[in-house]
Structure formats: C-alpha cells, structure tokens
C-alpha cells in the first residue's frame, strides 16, 4: 500500500505569499510538523473527520464543523480520516478586518483561540466548492464575489451558536471597537508591510503609508491585532522562512538574509520563539522526513 502524502510548504504556498487570498476545496494532507502563516485560515469539514495541534490545545472536528483561526501561531492537522474533504480559505489581515464580529471574538482568535461551530447545513458545502472555483477562475469579479459571500457567512456565525477552544481566555487588554476609519488605516499598513517586509522597514515607514502618527500606529495595530508592528513584520519573514528552510539545499545564512533579517542571530533568537526549535533543527527534521 502506497504511503500517505503529507503537506509540506513551499516558496509558492500560502506561506511565502501573505497577500494572497486562497481558496481550497480538497482532501487535506497530514502535516509531519506544525506550520504557522500570515492568514486567518477558515476550515470547513465536509466529509470525515480531522484532528488539530493547535498552539496551546487540541481540536477534533467532524463533518460539518467549521473553525476559524489565526494562522500565525503554529498549527498543525496531525490526523485526517481516509476519507476527508474540507474546504476553506486563508485570508490575509484585510479582509480579516472587513468581518464584523464581536471584538471580544477577533481579539480572542488573534491571541491563540479557535472559533469553532456545527451549526452549518448543506448550502455550505456546495457554497465552499462554489467560491474556491470562482477564486480560481481567473475573473476578478468572480473572486471578488466569493470572498464577499465568504466573509458574509463567516460574519453568521455570531447569529448562531459557536464555541471558542480554549473556553478559558487568555489574560489580555480587550480594545473598544474601532471606528471604519482606524480598521482602514490598519489594512493599510497591512498592505505596505506584505509588499515591504522583505526589505528594512520601520514604524515610521509603516505609519507613512497610512498617513498617520506613528504612535497612533503602533496603538492601534496593537488594539487590532494584538502584536506590535514589529512582531507582525518579523512573523511574515518567518513564515517566508519556513518555505525557504524546506528546500533542499537550503542555507540558513542565505534564508536568514533573504527572509530581511539583519543578522543570524536576530533571525535564530525569533524563529527559536515561535517554533520552539532552531532552523537548523527544523531544517533537518524535514530532511529526515524525507
């Protein structure tokens, strides 16, 4: 009998591409490890069941559970029955914005929590298959309106029952919600740090390309997301990476540069911080796996 594929990330995958809206409608893969990615990641199961690692606790799921959560925390599906499908979507932080939920909710799922309901129907499968082949048509208007409907289903959860796992919150400042016009000024700086982070920027740069103060920017990318600037720009350099230390013939000096950071030190101390391991050791556990 053939071994099982697994999922392993790439320069190209979600990963390496924070920009990037992804739409999917398949049979999930194992991951051999946890991963971690600069998107809020949907999952809706539609046949089957799958099981979680996600930082800090476990989640089972079966068909016709759906979760929300933030991906940049290390998260790993460990096991999926032989005959799962899911579907879902990886949304970068502007969008994310766009949904309205209570900011008790949003604030909850950018520091580790999953959001998680069964109260789904069978409009959501055929709604899931829909929207990832508008996504992948190549019309703009199609993908458009499929990220629109998505992020209006997502908005439903709050009229229907859900759970948050783990149930108990972790201690943190709960913000006001913001008005339309600071979640644009934080879409905004999202943008520029996607397309820039791979360079030297600072908060003065980031603040900049929304037009505001730099202490009113840092306050209220902190409100939003929970992270400093400087943690989220440091998160898409990891998360860029973690698809380079995949390759082969990766170099961590090389991936180190290549990924913006200044020096190997500063890249080993911030990638030792979320994945609990060196990249060297990451690298040659995917080597091993091989």
């Known amino acids: 009998m053939p071994e099982r594929p697994f999922y392993q990330p790439g320069a190209s995958s979600v990963e390496g591409l924070p920009l990037l809206l992804q739409m999917f409608h398949t049979q ?17 199961i539609v046949r089957g069941a799958v099981h979680y690692r996600m930082d800090g606790h476990g989640l089972s799921l079966s068909a016709g559970d759906m ?33 309205h939920l ?11 929590a999953t959001l ?13 298959e829909r ?57 905004r700086m999202c943008d520029f740090i996607a397309e820039n982070f791979l360079y030297e920027i600072d908060c003065v740069d980031i603040a900049a390309a929304a037009d505001i103060h730099p202490k009113y920017a840092m306050s209220i990318f902190k409100k ?30 090389r991936v180190a540069m290549e990924s913006g950071f200044g020096s190997l030190s500063a890249f080993n101390k911030s990638f030792r911080k979320l994945a609990g391991m060196s990249p060297s050791d990451f690298r040659r556990g995917v080597a091993g796996a091989r």
Request: a negative charge; glycine letters at 4%.
């Open 102 to 112: 209570p900011v008790d909710v949003r604030n909850r799922l950018m520091t580790g």
């Open 67 to 99: 979760c929300l959560f933030w991906g940049g925390l290390p998260h790993q599906m460990d096991e999926a029955s032989d005959d799962a499908i899911y579907a879902g979507a990886h949304l970068p932080l502007v969008h994310f914005f766009r949904l």
């Open 224 to 253: 939003s997301t929970g992270m400093t600037l400087n943690e989220y720009v440091n998160l898409l350099r990891l998360s860029y990476a973690q698809a380079l230390l995949m390759h082969q013939d990766a170099n961590v000096l």
């Open 131 to 187: 929207w990832n082949r508008y996504a992948r048509s190549g019309d703009p208007v199609k993908a458009e309106h499929a990220v629109n409907e998505l992020l209006l289903r997502l908005e439903r959860v709050r009229f229907e029952p859900y759970r948050l796992v783990p149930e108990t919150p972790v201690e943190q400042e709960i913000g006001s919600p913001f008005d339309q016009q600071s979640l644009r000024n934080v879409g």
């Open 28 to 44: 999930p893969l194992v991951m051999l490890k946890p991963h971690w990615h600069a998107q809020v990641e949907v999952n809706f």
């Open 116 to 128: 998680v309901t069964d109260a789904t129907d069978r409009s959501d499968d055929h709604n899931f």
